[in-house]
């Protein structure tokens, strides 16, 4: 079956890039996404990759696809404090006409943010 | 308004009690979803609701009860659940199944306790 895994912890310091890596084993995975989650509250939607897509730039955030390692990375510039949240990673396979494209979700990464 | 809504915020019950979650949305999304989701774990979905039907069954056991009485509005009906249920509760919703982004937007959750 298809399996998201991310590294569980990522310190920084304020200021600094934050690089939060993903890998995935579904080779149909059509759409791929980050989520950010912060304490108590829902799943906010960062941003999202197609699959035929290598890098996608959105303000501080670059997403790099690597397709044949299967390898996904979310940077974040300038991180800061408010960045402290956990970060999941998602790849939907299946997508199109009437099928269900399921969400597998990563771990999360829990991000920790330095002043 | 992008906004998925649910109620109640926390949730206290014991295991002999019935209560419901509720969830609402004014995006005109026509699929809907619940997910469970433990601390610090990745959402695990529940069911999925396309066009006020239910379309997935993650095979939950029948002390969880979906309903979905209109397209805007999700609810989840407990009854005799156990202490291990105990987790935040997500709604999501998005455009529909068959849409090739199908960007899920998630509410706040509830917080589920049982005694």
């Known amino acids: 079956g298809e399996d998201v895994e991310q590294s569980l912890f990522l310190s920084v310091r304020e200021g600094d890039s934050s690089v939060i890596n993903c890998t995935y084993t579904d080779s149909s995975s059509t759409y791929l996404y980050w989520y950010k989650q912060e304490p108590g509250a829902g799943l906010q939607l960062l941003t999202y990759?197609?699959?035929?897509?290598d890098m996608k730039q959105d303000q501080r955030l670059t997403v790099l696809l690597n397709k044949k390692d299967k390898h996904l990375s979310l940077r974040i510039a300038d991180t800061q404090t408010g960045d402290s949240a956990i970060y999941f990673c998602a790849e939907r396979s299946g997508a199109g006409g009437t099928s269900y494209g399921k969400l597998t979700f990563g771990q999360g990464t829990i991000l920790t943010v330095h002043p | 308004d992008t906004e998925v809504t649910q109620t109640p915020k926390h949730l206290v019950m014991g295991m002999t009690n019935k209560k419901s979650l509720k969830c609402e949305q004014h995006?005109?999304?026509?699929?809907m979803y619940w997910y469970k989701q433990k601390a610090k774990k990745p959402p695990e979905l529940m069911f999925v609701y396309s066009y006020e039907k239910l379309s997935i069954n993650e095979s939950v056991p029948s002390r969880f009860s979906p309903e979905c009485p209109n397209s805007s509005l999700l609810n989840l009906h407990l009854h005799a659940l156990q202490p291990e249920d105990s987790a935040l509760y997500l709604c999501a919703s998005s455009q529909g199944l068959e849409s090739s982004y199908n960007e899920q937007f998630f509410g706040p959750g509830t917080r589920l306790t049982v005694l």
């Open positions: 990759i197609f699959s035929n897509m």
């Open positions: 995006m005109g999304h026509r699929a």
